[in-house]
């Protein structure tokens, strides 16, 4: 996980990875209202909207949720 993002599990911010990577965001995600999200080290978290995070990633929207 490093290598490719460039920060430590636990700690993997949406944005900033040494390299591109697909990102794909929980549909379920844009139901809240404010979502928080890691900041590079495991003990730190940023506040932004759903809409923010597709907006910053260039993520896609999916339905990642496994029904039993």
Same mark, same amino acid.
């Given at each position: 996980?490093?290598?490719? #993002? *460039?920060?430590? %599990? *636990? *700690?993997? $911010? $949406? =944005?900033?990875?040494?390299?591109?990577?697909? #990102?794909? %965001?929980?549909? /379920?995600?844009?139901?809240? /209202?404010?979502?928080?999200?890691?900041?590079? #080290? $495991?003990?730190? =978290?940023?506040?932004?909207? $759903?809409?923010?995070?597709?907006?910053?990633? *260039?993520?896609? =929207?999916? /339905?990642?949720?496994?029904?039993?």
């Amino acid at each position: 996980m490093r290598a490719r #993002t *460039g920060f430590v %599990i *636990g *700690g993997v $911010p $949406p =944005v900033g990875h040494a390299e591109a990577l697909t #990102t794909l %965001i929980d549909a /379920d995600l844009l139901a809240f /209202d404010e979502i928080w999200a890691a900041a590079g #080290t $495991p003990n730190a =978290v940023f506040r932004l909207l $759903p809409a923010e995070l597709v907006a910053i990633t *260039g993520g896609l =929207v999916a /339905d990642v949720r496994r029904e039993e």
